[in-house]
């Protein structure tokens, strides 16, 4: 599990309250749930998260550590989707030289050591794969291995954590309301532009100047939405943007090929997103 | 079998006569169907009756007792889904360096150890699995293993329990009368407040004028299923919201994740919750 | 097959010449579509011919007994399901240690060793099932095994029996006409009330009263269906009514549970049995 | 393929030049589709028929005479449905002790061997078998085994045969041109009535008078075809009537349970069928 | 390979100048589709050109000569459906006593040993066997054998060839343009009558007038298509009925088997076939 | 990984600044989404790219040079399709003498050799391939190998390159956006008519007037794009069209077979495509 522990700080840069939410919530060991749009930052805010309470963890006791001393929250993530099997997760049998051999897959070794366990787009797994996290979240902290017959207390230290885009969910891929309140939830947004600006400027290397200008374009794009754009530009997008200048791309022609054309194929809303980069990008 | 005898007793908080009409099925071995919504305490009831028919067990018959001189009734739970085959329940062969080696699955271990066999959310189960717990559920009290053309007869203290949520019902996932009418059926609904209040208390180790509100706010919230909101909120996310105030987050910011952003992603309902919050929450 | 054969004579109430029409059906080995209602005791009736038919080819013919003496006509009961597989019926090869082993299926056991193979609600069964049947069931009383690339001749004593309920049959789960013409039809329905009341006061141990009034109870709520009521009740569920009030339940609230919440989840039939059997039961 | 040849003349009366049909396109060795209703003799006639051409393979060439020293023209018989695999016709690997083991299947065995193939109902079967036998039926005469890589050369004796009931064909369920342009067409339909009282009285063993009676029954039965009935009654229901009636049954309620019962679900058709038995069976 | 090379001069009566299309796009090895009716040739054609392009080749280069001394141009032909898989066609790995196996497909032989690859029907593959014929149909030439992490390359001789009947084709079926243009496309229709009764003639061995008539009836059969009719009669069913009736059949019977009954089971079309057929064939 | 190495300079003609923008993407190592019509160049262009950045990678730092002293930058190019699983690209166990041995597939031994991995048409990929490229194309660049419980930090060279055709892309068959906004998105359109006829010239050796007429051809043949033509003539077809005469072949007729036939079935459209060629080609 070395391989998943967040070794050194990343950087995350606080929008409201939502790190002592998941602090309580983790002192607490309740599941939680973060909602929000494309490239808001909920990955990245986990990945912060595993590393702090790490921190905190060696605080509060001095047990459990690595060799190197620190107290280890392993981050095990998972995209999900609908191929993903509960043996993909749990683990399964393999043939071997002397019969079979059972392996752990990664959600069994996330219990077993303690790690953060983080389910991304939730609502894309499969129902086998949705129904192993219940015995998991609630009072028994349990994951039966059905195919072995046994089932696995969780470690202390571990934390389920999923994920998932509101804006996507259809009647079809939904969270049951027996998984769901199994979970609190945060609501994420895309950061306000002086904090955008901030990531921006410190993700690319560029001005401070362009990052202000980025971000408010952010914005701008992001008000497309209301005609039709499925999905506003994520934080991502604008740093690739700025990444392209720094290659010496003219500005227009770096925003063209990192927002234009590559947030729709739609000819009407392309010529929208231009326009507003027309008017923010000199 | 041992990790699945249930050890200590379960804290369950009886509302009506359901402890004596369970009771009376297993005396009677008549298979039992629980029905109702999301979190309103199905499962930790199998678990208490678990506990409770072991201690009655031991007082009718001093034989069959375990190592340490109960009786055991073991609880063996599967969470149903669409992915969950009749080899996973009854059993498969593996290879093995001598060739093929068969394992006992969850329901032939329940069945032949004399367990309360839990079948949790039975709607979502494949064909093939509802049509397993036919001959169990007669006179017969049969589990076929057709892979290995053998039959087990069910131990003495073997029981079927299934459960559903009826407001998921669809046409699609039912159960049909040829299952259904193998059951008696139990009907539960969510705990009148002040038991609510009594479980908040004792589950979060809040003050009972935090519990009583926290109480009053679930009955406001449920009521808020006419206007949309397709499950009312658990008991357990009462207790999150209680757990979260003990951690020192503000009682409305604690309702807001573990209530009003969990419990839906709509905006007008959200905001109708949010409303409820604010009226019942200093 | 020792397993498969009815030991002791099963409780069975003829209704009508149903043993005269299965026993003549029988001796001309024309095979045998039962049709009825849940729970209306098409299992039971076959458990009972299989014990008297073997008492019959007892007389008939000395030869072909059971090491206790006994002519033997074992029952192979197989519920039908669409993940049920022709290799499920036939059979399999299973890996060893010095390469493949051929299992027999339940249905190649049933052929070879003469028993009454009754398949439980055939519409359920995938085609590949359904079209095995179709050599057993002619002149021929055949059955290949495709993966073996044999044939196996049906045993002189061997008969095909299958069942479904006609009011389940959709367009898309139907007996083809190729399938259904190979078979003489028996049609079931439940007991008239003086039959059923007996019926009730042996499987349960109630009294004669008690047993007259939930026979006249199951009239008046079969009668609901033309009201909406998916199925009427069966005697089961009446035999659950007399068990829970044996346990000394109150009589209404055993009705409740295994009547009115156990036939239902619709809120208005539910109002409507309960009204029922509080005209009915005291 | 001894299991597969026909050994004894197999009862079957030619109701128009079906025979001369047959033998011609044998003789060109062009394929056959046999077209027609359940039950009017498609699958005894090609059994008359693999019986009948194989006395003429024996006068016109001593040759490839079988040990008992005739020449032998085996009928491989296979029930087609949407779960037969090419694999299971063509041949597998087993694994073995020491590897993998080819295994014949039947189509490859009755190319080899020289065998007519039958495919019954081939409407049913899966894409992939129903390519399979386009290189057969055409000048190439040839059979690739594409898991081994090779191709078989039919043997000269080899025909393919197929059927299927045109009633049930449907858009999604039919033979494309490329496949149906294949073969000769010869349609049956159930025999007369004076042809299918001789039947029924020979197959069942009943008087004269009785086999002329249900023949005449059958044909006003088949009639209700117009008023909704899917399928007249096949020849061998009446037979069934006919052996019922022998074994002391009443001659009305032999013909409830081997027509009435038998031939549909609804109530209407029932009703009507009973008036047609009431008028014409005493 | 050797069971792929076309031994001797297929009969084939070249219609326009399809031989030289062919050969021009060979000489530049552009893939070729062909499209067209039922029978109308195609298979045959490519069966032609294979054995005419082979001598072609022994004449440019004396090299890569068989034992023979002919150059070999192997024709591998694959009938596609929905269930043939990658695997099939690139091979696979086997279970052996010492391991696993590399087996090569049918396409990995033919892409080898520089063959004329034949997929018959390519709209019915699936969309993994599609893909596949990407990079062997540009100016890579490469057959990706993904399973084993390698690329072969096409040998010098290999071409792809592809056919289907445009008649046939639905927004289901279709072969996407990325996939498309990689081919320049030859038309087929049926032969004109006066080449068509010569191959009538040919094929069956029957009289020039009775060739030439059967000819003229295919003409006014393939005229209904504008009534209904699906397909009209292939060449093939033409020489079907030339050679029931050499054998002694009425040529009206014969056309009723080989055209009436085989063309459609819809009762008008048939009886429209019929007059046509009364009207051409005395 | 040797054999997906571009070894010489492909051809590719620059329309606009696309070989800029690859390039100062693949300096900040952004992924890179490729959009356009079928045959406009797109996997040219990124062959051009990836021996063309090989060359800057040697000439940037001698260190990682291949035995013949070259920097190598592999392109791995995949066509994606829905058969394809993340087992195909990932890797998987194969079993051995001695047990299961792990076989890396191409998408790993990209990530592993720092290679330029191409997926083609990505919108037709799986969903759990489609997962399989997130941890890849953020800040991460890892593959995590879930049957192994791995993961795989991508070399520094490695860069993964998608492309699709927007005019295919439906609402079932759509990029998610969390995926595309991983990518910035290039263009592409049919080259420019003097551009084209220098390549139509180049790749099939004909006269500059030939490929002039050709490159006009194509130009009017697209503009039937609006007339109901799916995809407009690819270059590649142009090119055919011109090898075609080069063989001989009448160069309307070369069209037809290249241009008429081979773009469309439909009647109609064939006509007015025919019109245009009679137009432009004398």
């Known amino acids: 599990m070395e391989a998943f522990v967040v070794r050194s700080e990343p950087y995350y840069r606080p929008v409201a309250d939502e790190v002592e939410l998941f602090t309580g919530a983790y002192n607490q060991r309740i599941p939680v749930l973060l909602k929000g749009p494309t490239g808001?930052?909920?990955?990245?805010?986990?990945?912060?998260?595993?590393?702090?309470?790490?921190r905190q963890l060696h605080v509060v006791?001095?047990?459990?550590?690595s060799p190197s001393g620190d107290v280890q929250l392993p981050l095990v993530t998972i995209a999900c989707h609908e191929d993903l099997t509960a043996s993909d997760l749990v683990g399964r049998y393999l043939l071997d030289a002397t019969g079979t051999r059972w392996i752990d897959g990664p959600m069994t070794r996330?219990?077993?050591t303690g790690a953060i366990?983080?389910?991304?787009?939730?609502?894309?797994?499969?129902?086998?794969?949705?129904?192993?996290?219940?015995p998991l979240t609630d009072h028994r902290r349990l994951l039966p291995v059905e195919k072995r017959g046994s089932?696995?207390?969780?470690?202390?230290?571990f934390l389920l954590c999923v994920?998932?885009?509101?804006?996507?969910?259809?009647?079809?891929?939904?969270?049951?309301?027996?998984?769901?309140?199994?979970?609190i939830a945060i609501e994420f947004d895309y950061p306000p532009p002086h904090i955008e600006a901030d990531i921006i400027q410190r993700e690319s290397g560029c001005s401070a100047a362009r990052a202000?200008?980025?971000?408010?374009?952010?914005?701008k794009v992001r008000n497309l939405r209301e005609h039709g754009l499925q999905e506003g530009a994520s934080t991502r997008l604008l740093i690739y943007a700025a990444r392209l200048m720094n290659e010496g791309l003219p500005a227009r022609r770096a925003c063209q090929v990192a927002l234009v054309w590559s947030l729709t194929?739609?000819?009407?809303?392309?010529?929208?997103?231009?326009?507003?980069?027309?008017?923010?990008?000199?």
Chains 1, 2, 3, 4, 5, 6 share one sequence.
């Open 117 to 134: 366990l983080y389910l991304d787009e939730v609502v894309e797994a499969r129902k086998d794969t949705t129904v192993l996290i219940h």
């Open 61 to 65: 006791s001095g047990q459990d550590t």
């Open 212 to 219: 202000e200008t980025l971000a408010r374009l952010g914005v």
């Open 110 to 112: 996330a219990v077993k």
């Open 40 to 54: 808001c930052g909920k990955t990245r805010f986990v990945e912060y998260m595993a590393w702090k309470l790490a």
């Open 151 to 157: 089932v696995i207390e969780a470690d202390d230290r």
């Open 265 to 282: 194929d739609d000819a009407e809303l392309q010529q929208s997103i231009a326009e507003v980069v027309g008017a923010v990008v000199e």
């Open 163 to 183: 994920s998932y885009n509101p804006r996507y969910q259809s009647a079809l891929k939904d969270l049951k309301p027996s998984t769901r309140q199994r979970f």
